[in-house]
């Protein structure tokens, strides 16, 4: 019996990234999601920061396993501030508010993994790494943004952990693959028990 196809429905390139990284072949197709829209949905009904991400993670998941076969994996992370969820900055300014909103305090990634197969969920996995900002100085704030540039966009938060945004942080509690977005070692396991990895 040949081993499912396992498809990525993201157009990250750091979730991509982390599986060519870890040898694990997948195809990406974007799942064309207006995430905005069902964002706004979910928060207006009042559905927590996690379960915002599972949702999310889910639906891109459903969208593409219903038009291919395979395992097809659908990723999602939100940073939750005290139960507010912050989303990616939509510009430098706004990274900038993000920093200061951030210094000094403890959020959790809620990074969210689906895998559907035929149009149903098969798996689902939450993992939770924990960061503590240091307080950080408004010279300093400026100084990094100047340095790190646009590239912090495409991140909630504001930061990337694998560069620059490594300053930015006093404690981290949980993997690294996490924050990267990608529960890689929880992927990995039940990858193993549908064959596409080996034992």
């Known amino acids: 019996m040949s081993q499912p196809a396992l498809?990525?429905?993201?157009?990250?390139?750091?979730?991509?990234?982390?599986?060519?990284?870890?040898g694990i072949e997948a195809q990406a197709v974007r799942p064309n999601l207006d995430e905005e829209t069902a964002r706004a949905g979910m928060r207006a009904e009042g559905i927590s920061v996690r379960d915002q991400a599972v949702h999310l993670a889910e639906l891109k998941a459903l969208k593409v396993s219903s038009a291919r076969p395979g395992l097809v994996?659908?990723?999602?992370?939100m940073l939750n501030l005290d139960g507010r969820a912050l989303d990616k900055p939509a510009d430098l300014a706004e990274a900038?508010?993000?920093?200061?909103?951030l210094s000094g305090r403890t959020h959790t990634l809620e990074t969210a993994l689906v895998i559907c197969e035929g149009g149903t969920p098969?798996?689902?996995?939450?993992?939770?790494?924990?960061?503590?900002?240091?307080?950080?100085?408004?010279?300093?704030?400026?100084?990094?943004?100047?340095?790190?540039?646009?590239?912090?966009?495409?991140?909630?938060?504001?930061?990337?952990l694998e560069s620059l945004g490594s300053q930015l942080f006093a404690r981290i509690e949980g993997d690294y693959f996490s924050i990267l977005g990608m529960p890689l070692?929880?992927?990995?396991d039940y990858l193993r028990t549908r064959g596409v990895l080996a034992t």
């Open 7 to 22: 498809i990525l429905a993201s157009g990250s390139a750091s979730r991509r990234a982390l599986l060519d990284n870890a």
């Open 73 to 77: 994996v659908g990723g999602d992370q």
């Open 96 to 101: 900038r508010t993000h920093l200061e909103t």
């Open 122 to 160: 098969v798996w689902r996995h939450v993992a939770q790494p924990r960061l503590t900002m240091r307080p950080l100085s408004g010279d300093f704030i400026d100084s990094y943004l100047e340095r790190a540039g646009k590239a912090v966009l495409t991140t909630v938060g504001a930061y990337q």
């Open 185 to 188: 070692l929880a992927l990995m």
